[in-house]
């Protein structure tokens, strides 16, 4: 397991989606290390399980979407806690369907949460870390973000924004003293999963990757100065099959996803048999 890196014993961490899953974890291996967490959901009973895990973990209900919320809440950590020293940003929802079955207020909740909200979060601790010019912000793309897939076409949507937002924004702070990791996990073994009711084919013989892997591989791109991290056996791989052959993945995609008929199209046909 490899130890968080750059973060200074009795430092502060902000940790959005910290109620399940990848936020809940990085939680408790900062905590773990010694590190201040503030861990920020708007799931009251996994935040109160997160706060179980470690003496150093407070607990913040907070809608990521809500932008003034989140200024907010960025204030009072600095001004209570002390400064923030990382930010991991591992809010996500991911309800699943094909894009002409997926109700529009449904895709537009993905945009407020997975990037909106992300974009929320990093704004407002960039300021006070800028003023430092000290500080490591952690985004959870995906490898959905690379590689758009039938039923994900929304969260996939949202990932790809994230993936391209925080790479520019890797790019501006470098020489200011703030690293920005992007990692984008393939699909890792989460609560999260639970949300993705209506699946490719396929989709459950893909193998689940472990999160402790995912969180190493966080710390080691931290530790390198990179802008992503590609977590699992054959992730990268897959990320220059989307970039260099497109039409073969999108060959494999479609044997992988089964039929795409939207409901729309095919209860009609359904209703006139019955």
Not at 102 to 113: F, G, H, I
Not at 183 to 190: D, K, N, Q, S, Y
Not at 218 to 241: Q, Y
Request: glycine share 8%; net charge neutral; with cysteine.
């Amino acid at each position: 397991m490899a130890a968080p890196v750059g973060v200074p014993r009795g430092s502060v961490a902000v940790i959005t989606g910290a109620g399940s899953g990848m936020g809940q974890l990085s939680a408790q291996r900062l905590a773990a290390a010694g590190t201040e967490v503030v861990a920020v959901d708007v799931n009251d009973a996994g935040l109160a399980t997160t706060a179980r895990l470690a003496p150093t973990i407070r607990t913040e209900l907070c809608d990521v979407s809500d932008g003034a919320a989140v200024a907010d809440l960025v204030r009072r950590v600095e001004s209570d806690v002390g400064p923030i020293h990382r930010l991991v940003n591992a809010a996500a929802i991911a309800p699943t369907a094909l894009l002409a079955d997926q109700p529009l207020e449904e895709m537009r909740r993905l945009v407020e949460v997975n990037f909106l909200g992300l974009m929320a979060t990093t704004t407002a601790v960039l300021d006070n870390m800028l003023a430092r010019r000290r500080g490591e912000i952690v985004q959870y793309g995906s490898l959905a973000g690379w590689l758009p897939t039938p039923y994900f076409g929304t969260y996939s949507a949202t990932k790809a924004a994230v993936v391209s937002w925080s790479e520019t924004l890797h790019h501006e702070m470098a020489g200011l003293g703030i690293k920005v990791v992007c990692v984008c996990p393939p699909v890792v073994e989460t609560p999260l999963l639970d949300q993705a009711v209506e699946r490719p084919a396929r989709f459950d013989q893909l193998p689940r990757l472990g999160p402790e892997e995912v969180l190493d591989s966080v710390e080691d791109a931290l530790a390198a100065g990179r802008c992503f991290a590609f977590p699992g056996r054959g992730t990268t791989a897959t990320w220059r099959m989307r970039r260099w052959a497109p039409a073969l993945m999108w060959r494999n995609l479609r044997a992988f996803a089964g039929d795409l008929t939207p409901r729309r199209a095919r209860d009609p046909v359904e209703q006139q048999v019955s």
